[in-house]
C-alpha cells in the first residue's frame, strides 16, 4: 500500500484523530474528577470559604503580582539587551537565565538557602549587620516566586523584542524619537503580545511555585503558606484531607482560568499588527 | 497534506506502540507478584494439631516470596531501612518496598487506596484513622520515642526548654496534623499549668509548619531555625551539626509507634514482616536508632 | 554653502569604505551593486552608523568631525530618511506615522501630517493601517513621513524597488516635483541604471566600497573615468588599444588592427602608450555601402551575431569582418524595422570620433569582475 494512497491517507487520518481524542480525554478527565469530587463532598463549600483559605489566596495572589511586577521591572531591560546584544558568549548568558525553566524548583529553593539563607553567601552578613534573616517571611516567598517564574518572562520579552525589526527603531531614531522614546513607542507596542504572554506565563509560574518556596520561606498559615503550600499541607491532614485539597485546587482553578480569560479579551489579535504582517510576507 | 512522509509516520506508529505498552501496563497493579498464599500454605495453615510437625515443616521448607509495601512514618527512615534489609537477608525471595512520610500523609494515602501492605505510625491517631477506615485491625506498639528540641550547634539562644518562649526565637515545628508536631504542642500546653500563657508564647515564635519531621531537622541543621521540636532518634544520627535540649518527661510522654497489616486478606510476607519488627532482632535494630521498646 | 558635504572612511571586517561627495539642492544617485557601500552611506549621513574617520556636514553645520570629535546622534542629524523595507510603525495609522517625528501638541502634528498626506495624494487613508495600503501608498507615507520634520535632506535607499515598473515611472516624477517645490537635496541610492539615470543631477558610482566617479549624469554616463565605470554603467563598448599618432586635437588608436580616431580628448596620452576606448551602444550608427566609399576611418563592415530585444529596442552585437574588436549596438524598435534589420545582416558600422572617450587603462589589480562583498 502506497503512503500516497487514499486508503493511506484515511488510515493516517483516522490515527490523527484518535490521537488527538485520547489526548483530549487525558486532559479534561483530571478537571472533571476535580469538579465531581467537589459537588459530591459536602465540605468542599465550607472549606472554600475558611479563614485559612482565604488568608493562602490572599497571599499567593498578592505575593505572585509582585514578583511578576518585579520581573517586569528587572526583567525588561534585561530582555532588551540579551535581544541586540552581539556580544561574546550571549549564547551561555541566554542559558543562564533560562536555567531556572530547567531545574526543579527544589533546586531553585536549595540555592535561595545557600546565598540569602542564615548561613548563606549574603544572608549571613546581612544577618550580622541588620539582623535582618529573610527566610521564613513573606520576602522570601516573592524570592523564591521570582527566581523560578521571572525566566518565562524574560525568556518571552526577549524572543518578543528579537522579533521587532530593528530597522524600525533606526527610523524612529532619526525622526529625532529618543532611545528611550522609541523603546516605548516602537519596540514595547511591537513586542506587546509576547510581553503579555510572558508576563501571564510568569504569573502563573509564581502562583503555582511550591518546591523552592517550602524550602526556602517553610510554611506558615498567613506568612509563608500559599495556595500551593496550603493545598499539600491539607493533603496531608486528614481532617481536611482531599476535601481541603480539592476545594483550594477548585478555588486556585477557578481564579487561574478567570485570569486568562480576561487576558484573552484584553489582547485581542490586534487586526491592523496581522494585516500588516500578512501584506510583509507577501512581497 | 499532501505528502506523507514516511519518517513523520514512523514517529506516529513509535507514539501509538508507546501508549498502549503503558495502557496494558496500567491494567496490572504495579507490584506484579501479589503476595496471595500459596496452595500448601493455606492447607497447612488450616491443618489440625495432630500434624503440627509436619506444618512447621512445611513452612520453613516453604520459604516467604514476594513484595511488599511498607509504609513508615518518616522517623523510622533509618531504622526501617535497616529492619528491611535483615529481613531480606532472611528470606531472599521476598522484596520490601518502603515508602517513608508523614503518618498523616501516609495515612490518608492509604485510605485513598495506595498500595501499602503495612502500615507503621508513629501515633495512635493516624493508626485509628486507618483502622476506622477498617482497612487494619490488631495494631500493636513496636516502639517508643521521646521528642527533644533540637538547636543548631553553633547558635545558643536555647538552652533550656523554657527558652522556647523568649521572644526572637524562631521556631521551626512539623505541622499540627503530624505526630511530632502534635507531641509538641501536647507539650506546651501542658507547661500552661506551671506557667500560665507559656504555649501562646511559644506559637508566636512559630516561623515555620514543615510536612515532616526531617524537614525541621534540616532547617535547624542548616541554622534557619534558632529551634525545632523533633524526635530523640533524629537529632542523635544528625550528629554534630545538632545541640539537644531535652523536654521535660512530665510535660512530653515517649510518643508510642504502633504498626498493623493493612488489608483484608494480609499476606504471608506482611504479617512475618510484623513479626520480625516485633522480635528480638527487630527490636535490638530499633534500639541501636535510639528508639525504646514498648 | 552645500546642503551635504560627505567624507567617510571605515573598515567593517574585510570589507574597506572610502567615500567622498556632496550634494546641493539637487538629487545626487549612488549608483552601484548591491554591497557597494551604498546603504552604508546613508546610514552614515543619518548618525546610525559611526565611520573611523571623515567629516560630514549637513547644511551647513558639522555632524560629524572625526578629528574634533563631534558626532551628532541621529535625532538631531533632521535628516528624512526612507529605509528601502519603509519600516511603517506597523501598529499605527498613516496619519500617526507621518506625524511621529513632528513637534509640538498632538493637533499641530496631525494637521501637519494631514496637509502632507493630501499633498501626496493619500487624502482619506490618515486613520488606515500600514497593513491595509498597496504599495504604492505605503511608499508615499514613507515619504511624508520622512519629510513631515521640514528636512533640507532627504535620503532614499532603494525605495521603488519592491514597486512595479509603471508604478516606479510615477513616482519618480512625483519625487522629482516634490524635490523642486520643497527645494530639497535627495541622496538616492539605486542598482537600477535607468532609474539613476533618470533621476540624477549627479552620480557617483560606487564599487566595493569606494566611489570610483562623481560627476554631472551626462559626464558619468559619456566620459567614464575607468572601465570598471564604464561596465557599472552599461557603456556598451570598452575596447583596449595602442595610441599610433597624437595629431592636432585629434588621436588614432589601434585596437586589435582596426584604427580608431578620437577627437578632442581629455587626456593625451604618448604614442605607443596602451588605452581604453569607451563608446555607449546607443552611440554606433549603422550606414550602408562600403566602408572605403564613406570615409577614411572609423568605419568597420560588421555582421550580427546575437541580437537581443527588449521591448523598447534590440541590442545587437556585430563581428567585424576584417580585424577589429566585437561590437555592440543599441538599436530601438522602429529604426531596427526602418532599416530592415530583420533581412540585412551586413552592415558597415560608423563609430563616431566625437562620441568615442579615451581612458587610462586600469592598474592590473583592479581590472572587470564585478567582485561584490556581501550586503551592506
Known amino acids: 500500500m502506497g503512503l500516497r494512497s487514499p486508503r493511506a491517507d484515511l488510515v493516517g487520518l483516522v490515527l490523527l484523530a484518535g490521537l488527538g481524542g485520547l489526548f483530549a480525554i487525558f486532559f479534561v478527565l483530571p478537571f472533571l474528577g476535580l469538579g465531581e469530587r467537589a459537588a459530591s463532598d459536602g465540605r468542599v463549600w465550607e472549606l472554600a470559604t475558611s479563614e485559612a483559605v482565604r488568608r493562602a489566596l490572599t497571599l499567593s495572589l498578592w505575593t505572585s503580582l509582585l514578583s511578576t511586577l518585579l520581573a517586569v521591572i528587572f526583567g525588561t531591560p534585561v530582555a532588551y539587551w540579551l535581544s541586540r546584544t552581539r556580544v561574546r558568549g550571549r549564547a551561555l548568558l541566554e542559558a543562564a537565565v533560562d536555567l531556572p525553566i530547567v531545574l526543579p524548583p527544589t533546586v531553585a529553593g536549595v540555592a535561595l538557602l545557600t546565598a540569602f539563607g542564615a548561613r548563606g553567601l549574603v544572608g549571613e552578613p546581612l544577618a550580622e549587620m541588620t539582623g535582618i534573616r529573610l527566610t521564613f517571611t513573606a520576602t522570601a516567598v516573592v524570592m523564591a516566586q521570582l527566581l523560578v517564574a521571572a525566566p518565562f518572562y524574560v525568556r518571552a520579552a526577549r524572543s518578543g523584542f528579537a522579533a521587532v525589526d530593528p530597522q524600525l527603531e533606526r527610523v524612529a531614531y532619526t525622526l529625532g524619537a529618543s532611545r528611550v522614546e522609541t523603546f516605548l513607542r516602537i519596540t514595547v507596542p511591537q513586542a506587546r503580545g509576547a510581553l503579555l504572554a510572558g508576563i501571564v506565563l510568569c504569573w502563573a509560574r509564581a502562583l503555582g511555585e511550591l518546591g523552592a518556596t517550602l524550602i526556602f520561606a517553610g510554611s506558615l498559615e498567613g506568612r509563608t503558606r500559599t495556595m500551593p503550600l496550603a493545598i499539600i499541607d491539607a493533603f496531608e491532614r486528614t481532617s481536611l484531607g482531599l476535601s481541603g485539597a480539592v476545594s483550594m485546587s477548585l478555588i486556585l482553578l477557578v481564579v487561574a482560568f478567570v485570569v486568562l480569560v480576561l487576558f484573552r479579551l484584553a489582547t485581542p489579535d490586534a487586526p491592523d499588527a496581522t494585516a500588516a504582517r500578512a501584506t510583509q510576507a507577501d512581497r | 497534506m499532501k505528502r506523507f512522509r514516511p519518517l513523520w509516520l514512523l514517529v506516529l506508529a513509535a507514539f501509538a506502540l508507546f501508549a498502549l505498552v503503558s495502557c496494558s501496563g496500567d491494567e496490572e497493579p504495579e507490584s506484579s507478584p501479589t503476595p496471595t498464599p500459596t496452595p500448601t500454605a493455606t492447607t497447612t495453615a488450616t491443618a489440625d494439631a495432630t500434624t503440627a510437625a509436619t506444618t512447621e515443616a512445611t513452612v520453613t521448607e516453604e520459604a516467604l516470596s514476594g513484595t511488599i509495601v511498607v509504609s513508615a512514618a518518616s522517623s523510622l527512615t533509618d531504622a526501617f531501612t535497616e529492619i528491611a534489609a535483615a529481613f531480606q537477608d532472611a528470606n531472599p525471595d521476598t522484596q520490601i518496598d518502603l515508602n517513608f512520610g508523614s503518618s498523616s500523609e501516609l495515612a490518608s494515602q492509604i485510605v485513598e487506596g495506595a498500595p501499602a501492605e503495612v502500615f507503621a505510625s508513629a501515633n495512635d491517631a493516624q493508626m485509628a484513622v486507618v483502622v476506622d477506615a477498617g482497612l487494619a485491625s490488631d495494631p500493636q506498639t513496636f516502639a517508643r520515642n521521646r521528642i527533644v528540641v533540637a538547636a543548631p550547634a553553633d547558635n545558643d539562644l536555647v538552652q533550656a526548654f523554657e527558652d522556647l518562649a523568649e521572644p526572637g526565637v524562631r521556631l521551626v515545628l512539623a505541622g499540627e496534623e503530624v505526630p511530632v508536631g502534635d507531641y509538641a504542642r501536647q507539650a506546651f500546653a501542658n507547661a500552661d499549668a506551671a506557667t500560665p500563657g507559656f504555649s501562646e508564647a511559644v506559637l508566636a515564635n512559630l516561623v515555620s509548619e514543615e510536612a515532616n519531621v526531617r524537614a525541621v531537622l534540616t532547617k535547624v541543621e542548616l541554622g534557619e531555625a534558632d529551634a525545632g521540636v523533633v524526635y530523640g532518634t533524629d537529632a542523635a544520627i544528625s550528629g554534630d551539626a545538632v545541640r539537644v535540649v531535652d523536654i521535660p518527661e512530665d510535660l512530653a510522654p515517649p510518643a508510642s509507634y504502633p504498626i498493623a497489616v493493612v488489608g483484608d486478606e494480609p499476606s504471608d510476607v506482611a504479617q512475618a514482616f510484623v513479626a520480625f519488627v516485633l522480635s528480638e532482632d527487630g527490636q535490638a535494630i530499633l534500639a541501636s536508632f535510639g528508639f525504646s521498646a514498648p | ?376
Open chain 3, 1 to 376: 554653502m552645500s546642503s551635504l558635504r560627505y567624507d567617510a572612511r571605515m573598515r567593517l571586517g574585510t570589507f574597506e569604505y572610502d567615500a567622498a561627495f556632496e550634494a546641493d539642492g539637487e538629487v545626487v544617485v549612488l549608483f552601484g551593486h548591491s554591497g557597494a557601500g551604498k546603504s552604508l552611506t546613508l546610514q552614515a549621513i543619518a548618525g546610525l552608523l559611526t565611520p573611523a574617520e571623515g567629516h560630514i556636514e549637513i547644511a551647513g553645520r558639522t555632524v560629524f568631525d572625526r578629528v574634533s570629535g563631534i558626532d551628532v546622534p541621529p535625532q538631531q542629524r533632521n535628516v528624512g530618511y526612507v529605509v528601502q523595507e519603509l519600516a511603517l510603525f506597523p501598529h499605527m495609522s498613516v496619519v500617526e506615522n507621518v506625524a511621529f517625528g513632528v513637534p509640538g501638541s498632538r493637533v499641530e502634528r496631525h494637521a501637519r501630517a494631514r496637509a502632507l498626506l493630501d499633498r501626496l495624494g493619500l487624502a482619506g487613508y490618515e486613520d488606515r493601517a500600514p497593513g491595509s495600503l498597496s504599495g504604492g501608498q505605503r511608499q508615499r507615507v514613507a515619504l511624508a513621513r520622512a519629510l513631515a520634520r521640514d528636512v533640507p535632506l532627504l535620503l532614499l535607499d532603494e525605495p521603488f524597488s519592491a514597486l512595479d515598473e509603471s508604478l516606479r515611472r510615477t513616482l519618480r516624477a512625483e519625487l522629482l516635483r516634490l524635490r523642486a517645490e520643497l527645494g530639497l537635496t535627495v541622496v538616492f541610492v539605486t542598482h537600477d541604471l535607468r532609474e539613476a539615470h533618470l533621476l540624477a543631477d549627479r552620480l557617483a558610482v560606487f564599487d566595493r566600497g569606494k566611489i570610483l566617479q562623481f560627476g554631472r549624469r551626462e559626464e558619468v554616463f559619456h566620459r567614464p573615468a575607468s572601465r570598471r565605470v564604464a561596465e557599472l554603467t552599461g557603456v556598451g563598448n570598452v575596447m583596449s588599444g595602442r595610441v599610433l599618432r597624437r595629431l592636432e586635437g585629434v588621436l588614432e588608436v589601434d585596437v586589435s588592427g582596426l584604427v580608431l580616431r578620437v577627437e578632442d580628448p581629455e587626456w593625451r596620452p604618448a604614442v605607443g602608450e596602451g588605452v581604453e576606448l569607451a563608446l555607449r551602444a546607443e552611440r554606433v550608427n549603422l550606414r550602408r555601402g562600403a566602408p572605403e566609399e564613406l570615409g577614411a576611418s572609423n568605419f568597420v563592415q560588421a555582421d550580427v551575431m546575437e541580437e537581443h530585444a527588449y521591448g523598447a529596442g534590440f541590442t545587437l552585437r556585430f563581428a567585424p569582418l576584417g580585424p577589429g574588436p566585437s561590437l555592440e549596438v543599441d538599436l530601438p524598435s522602429r529604426p531596427y524595422e526602418v532599416l530592415g534589420l530583420q533581412e540585412r545582416k551586413r552592415w558597415t558600422l560608423e563609430l563616431p570620433a566625437e562620441d568615442l572617450h579615451v581612458m587610462r587603462p586600469a592598474p592590473p589589480e583592479e581590472g572587470g569582475g564585478s567582485g561584490v562583498s556581501g550586503d551592506r
